[in-house]
């Protein structure tokens, strides 16, 4: 036996790097570093206009601005006639109602299809996957008209309420995945100690599913924070418009007057997505690797 | 005597039967109720806002509904008018497979290029891998969308830029030839979930492959066509399957570049945008609902189509 092959049994395979020249790896560095450069170059870009004094946001596209002035973000804030801080207390108020509603009303699905027997369970499962395929444009005209004839328009009714009968079967998926991961001898333990299935989905499976209900939080904040078309629809007082229909008014009222205001705007309204991502980044990576979410 | 007794047996059986029965409903009940009781919400949710609106949309496709006078029915009318008599619903399908066949492969091949650069085990892995997905997280808001407005305009960014090596670039947004291409980049801008199912998929292909593969003397080109490539076409697929969906319901970064319209002549009308054009701002509900239900057919025909042909290049290990 060679000792290539020695080595390979009784060592743990060597990275694949190790086997390339430095050369080959300062080469992939470089590369890479150059990519990230021009990915990130917009967005600072942007977040550096917004802190530019006015006269300059266009004459340069350099990232660092000669002097920091934030009077952007007084004019964007009160660039409409309802305040950006309407729109996102207004934006926060359906995002946090939107991961309560995902949380509770999908876990409760998604604990019946993974642990609990029943008739019918792989015939609603099918469905479940099956609503998961249609596109929402379908359903959208009667939905619409159900919440008209509600008096649902203009309020956060029609945003909220759905998410609380497990309308985003993506979380139902994705937390059946994971309850099917937990052993199953302990919900039969507990059921030999005489706990009913409320029990055992309050003590047992929540518990210990907090990654997936943690990141199904985060996902169900960040897809409802960016959402556009819901609000667009439904949202049609100023008073009711989230941070995003805020942005889309200014970007339509003061066209290319006030960039400075509308960068500081965005800025702004990128921020909560961003601290999810600075703080949650490995969760939402493991959930987008383990189930190929779409973003 | 005998018969007698049966009897007995029988009337006594009979009497049983009815607290028999309630237990058997208790049985029932404890055995499924319990799962439907969890259900609860779903299947409300599942009847009142899935089944019951598509089934509703269905029927309004066959009518002329202005959300004020009650539906009429107007027969198959609204699909003869949009396959023979529509030049809008001919420009925002050219405008939709156009956007679906430029961004989808470019996305794609970006992810997948990154992401064998990432397993190569270099240092810094999870940097890189989250400065590559934060656009994918960004790119969804709106913010993003006046940002990408700004950056193609006549006077934004990428023409200073040009400017300064000397190139005078058109005004990319306003222009009827270049305006999808601006949504296209912001499209591939954003290839980092698919490049992170790639990382993922490619963890999963055994080194001792590579190994025994080197062993044998073959390059490392040939590692990548004979290996790497054939056991990530299952992932490959996955991604292009899901990319592309997502790429025929794309609305919010043709919404804001175009201020709505769908403008300069139609060249940004996506699909979507176009049903919500006619659904919410001529109130033709009837027609908008015959749009969405051949928005259903395209998908579903591309997705079979997909998984029919996926058997004779997806290589699945058994």
Redesign the interface.
């Known amino acids: 036996m060679t000792d ?2 020695m080595s ?1 049994i009784t060592a743990p ?1 060597p ?4 086997r ?1 020249s430095p050369f080959g ?1 300062v080469f ?2 470089a ?2 570093i150059a ?2 450069f021009a ?2 170059y ?2 600072l ?2 977040v550096s206009a917004s802190v530019r004094p006015e006269d300059e946001i ?1 004459s340069s ?1 350099t990232l660092w601005p000669s002097s920091v002035d934030l009077s952007s973000y007084v004019r964007g804030w009160f660039g409409l006639d309802v305040s950006f801080g309407r729109f996102s207390w207004n934006s926060l108020v359906i995002a946090g109602l939107t991961v309560i509603g995902n949380v509770t ?2 876990s ?2 998604a ?3 993974a642990r ?4 019918g ?1 792989n015939f ?1 499962f099918a ?2 996957l099956g ?1 998961m ?3 929402y ?10 919440f ?1 004839d509600l008096g649902w328009v203009n309020t956060i009714l029609p945003l909220v309420v ?1 998410k ?4 985003d079967a993506f979380f ?1 998926f994705l937390m059946v995945q994971f309850f099917r991961g937990i052993p199953r001898e302990l919900d039969e333990a507990a059921m030999m100690d005489g706990c ?3 029990r055992i ?1 309050w003590k047992i499976m929540l518990p210990l599913s907090l990654p997936v209900l943690a990141t199904a939080a985060i996902f169900s904040f ?2 409802t ?2 959402d ?2 819901g609000p ?2 439904y949202l049609n007082d100023m008073n009711t418009y989230t941070i ?1 229909l805020g ?2 008014t200014f ?2 009222s003061s066209s290319t007057s006030d ?1 400075g205001g ?2 500081a ?3 702004l ?2 921020v909560p ?2 601290f999810f ?1 600075l703080f949650f ?1 490995r969760l ?2 493991e959930g ?3 189930t ?4 | 005597m005998a018969a007698v007794q049966d009897s007995a047996i029988a009337v006594g059986a009979g009497a049983k039967t009815r607290p028999a029965a309630q237990g058997r409903l208790a049985a029932i009940w404890t ?6 009781m ?9 009847f ?3 089944l ?3 089934v ?2 269905l029927y ?1 496709s066959f009518t002329s509904f202005d ?1 004020i006078r009650s539906p009429e029915w107007v027969g198959a009318a609204n699909y003869v008018r949009i396959a023979t008599a529509d030049p809008k619903f001919a420009a925002s399908l050219k405008v939709t497979f156009l956007y679906v066949v430029l961004s989808v492969p470019f996305k794609l091949a970006f992810a997948l290029l ?1 992401a064998i ?7 810094g892995l999870t940097i ?17 969308a ?6 193609f305009a006549g ?1 934004g ?1 990428i023409n ?2 040009l400017a ?1 090596i000397g190139i005078e670039g058109p005004s990319w947004i306003s222009h009827p030839d270049y305006s999808i291409w601006t949504l296209v980049v912001l499209s591939v ?2 290839f980092g ?1 698919p490049m ?2 790639f ?2 998929g490619l963890r999963q292909i055994p ?2 492959m ?2 025994a593969a080197s ?1 044998d003397g073959a390059s490392k080109f040939r590692q990548f066509y004979k290996i790497t490539l054939p056991l990530l076409t299952p992932v490959i697929f ?2 292009a399957v ?2 592309t ?2 790429a ?2 794309a ?2 970064p043709a ?2 570049i175009s ?1 709505g319209t769908g403008g300069p002549i139609n060249s940004t009308l996506f699909y ?1 945008l176009y ?2 054009q006619e ?2 701002g001529n109130f033709r ?1 009837g027609y ?2 015959a ?3 051949i ?2 057919l395209i ?1 579903g025909l591309f ?1 079979a189509f997909s998984f029919l042909t996926s058997r004779y290049w997806v290589h699945y290990d058994d």
Not at chain 1, 15 to 18: C, E, F, Q
Not at chain 1, 137 to 146: A, F, G, S
Not at chain 2, 38 to 46: A, H, I, R
């Open positions: 290539a092959t390979s395979p990275p694949m790097a190790s390339r790896s992939i560095h590369a890479l990519a990230s990915m990130l917009p967005l870009w942007m266009f596209t009303a999908c409760l699905a604990y019946a299809f609990l027997r029943f008739a369970r609603w469905m479940m609503t395929m249609i596109p444009h379908v359903t959208l005209i009667p939905q619409y008209v159900l008209l759905p609380f009968l497990a309308s139902i009913g299935p409320w989905y960040i897809w924070w960016d556009f078309f667009l629809i995003q942005l889309r970007v339509d960039w509308l960068f705007m965005s800025t309204s990128l997505v961003f991502f980044q939402l990576i987008i690797a383990t190929g979410m779409k973003r | 055995k499924h109720g319990a799962g439907y969890f259900l609860l919400p779903w299947l409300v949710g599942f009142g806002l899935t019951g609106p598509a509703a949309s309004l959300l990154v650069l990432l397993d190569r085990g270099v240092k890189y891998r989250a400065i590559f997905y934060l656009p994918s997280l960004l790119g969804g808001s709106v913010a993003i006046v940002l990408w407005r700004q950056l006077d960014l200073s830029l300064q801008w954003q979930s992170i199912i990382l993922a080194t001792d590579y190994e062993l996955f991604n899901v990319q969906i997502e025929f319901k609305f919010t919404f804001i201020g979507t049903l919500y659904a919410f509900m908008a609902s749009l969405a239900w928005l259903v998908i997705t």
